[in-house]
């Protein structure tokens, strides 16, 4: 078996490809070792130790790494770690267990409008559609969060999550698609 690897454009994190199916449906990030208990490969790469998260993607890992790390060393750890756990057709999550499933609150801390409906629902279908397949190339994904008086809220994963150009992509790349395609659409916010 081989899996491949990328930088992401935050240095912290690298981007392993294990060339199959790592989630069916959704994403999964683990920002901690507590989180990762309902993981047994995300609990295998938090032991590892120097690893501060672990994102699961359609087709890919993400692992972000401490600072001061060596991802000359840790690199080999991890895709060793992978091998093992995609070579023995080992579960993703615990069994019987909901914890696999991760489920972000939409709109928790912005009540919506019903007048903003179909804001709202470009608003979506727009990241959906345009900016979650670029995000997850940069091994991360983007939640939406909310839209107030004109202002979107998004959540970065993965490894968008603490990446450096995190509030460049916001500001300048999603802001500006939004803004073109729904005029209502005043700024973009980080969740």
């Not at 401490?66 to 840790?74: E, H, K, M, N, T």
Request: charged letters at 20%.
């Amino acid at each position: 078996m081989l899996i491949e690897t990328e930088t992401t454009p935050n240095p912290a994190t690298l981007k392993f490809l294990p060339g199959r199916t790592v989630m069916e449906m959704g994403t999964r990030d683990f920002a901690s070792p507590e989180e990762a208990e309902a993981s047994p490969l995300a609990e295998a790469i938090f032991s590892l130790g120097d690893v501060t998260g672990v994102f699961f993607g359609h087709n890919f890992i993400s692992v972000t790494s401490g600072p001061g790390a060596d991802w000359s060393s840790l690199k080999g750890d991890v895709l060793s770690v992978l091998l093992d756990h995609f070579s023995a057709d080992m579960p993703l999550f615990r069994a019987a267990s909901a914890a696999g499933i991760s489920v972000p609150p939409e709109d928790s801390d912005w009540p919506s409008n019903p007048e903003d409906a179909d804001i709202v629902a470009q608003i979506k279908e727009l990241i959906e559609t345009r900016v979650r397949p670029a995000v997850a190339n940069d091994g991360g994904d983007i939640v939406y969060r909310g839209f107030d008086k004109g202002v979107v809220y998004l959540q970065m994963q993965g490894a968008c999550s603490g990446c450096p150009s995190s509030s460049a992509t916001l500001k300048h790349g999603i802001e500006s698609l939004l803004k073109h395609y729904v005029p209502e659409v005043t700024e973009v916010r980080a969740a």
